[in-house]
């Protein structure tokens, strides 16, 4: 059964703001290796209007550091699922909009066979723990206090997790890999 990995940055203070962080060529090679390690990103609405166009544009162009411009070519060729009720299209290549339920589509998905399934956004990622559906969390602690901004699992209740690997970067990121206990 294939594995659903949620990887993310987070601060120490626990907020996934996206504009706050450190985002070098060494974090763009992790995320890179995740994304190679898995065949499928699912994310919603949010996540995808974060993600597109800039990744595709980056894909394309190859406009930033080789680090960056693999991560963005990574992400743009590999298949791609949007989950919303809203958005009544999609336009990014390799990328499936889907109305279905989202739980019954990953216990679908996870029964296939295939590398693992990456998740990124925090609603997706918020309603998948609640199911008890993520088998493998990346937490990539932030070295700074925010203060405020969006927060992780505000409402799913206790979770035991067991601690795979611990990874320092130079600029002071500390990627914690987790499994469900």
């Known amino acids: 059964m294939r594995n659903v990995i949620f990887a993310i940055n987070i601060t120490v203070d626990g907020c996934c703001d996206h504009t706050k962080g450190i985002a070098d060529d060494e974090l763009h090679e992790y995320f890179t290796g995740l994304l190679r390690d ?5 994310f919603g609405r949010n996540t995808y209007h ?5 990744w595709h544009d980056v894909a394309v ?3 930033e550091s080789k680090a960056i411009n693999e991560f963005a070519r990574t992400f743009d060729s590999m298949p791609k699922i949007v989950f919303s009720t809203t958005l009544k299209s999609v336009e990014w290549n390799n990328t499936i909009l889907m109305h279905s339920d989202l739980q019954e589509e990953i216990m679908r998905l996870k029964k296939q066979p295939g590398r693992n399934i990456s998740v990124g956004g925090l609603n997706i990622a918020s309603q998948l723990a609640q199911a008890g559906l993520i088998d493998e969390y990346r937490f990539l602690i932030q ?6 901004g969006p927060r992780l699992f505000e ?3 206790t979770r035991e997790l067991q ?5 320092p970067f130079r600029s002071g990121v500390v990627a914690l890999h987790y499994k469900r206990g």
Not at 50 to 54: A, D, G, I, K, S
Not at 163 to 167: G, S
Request: hydrophobic share 35%; aromatic share 8%; proline share 7%.
């Open 143 to 148: 070295p700074m206090i925010v203060g405020s």
């Open 50 to 54: 974060l993600m597109y166009p800039y």
């Open 163 to 167: 601690l795979v690997e611990t990874k």
């Open 155 to 157: 409402s799913i209740g």
């Open 61 to 63: 162009n190859q406009s």
């Open 38 to 42: 898995s065949d499928i990103e699912i």
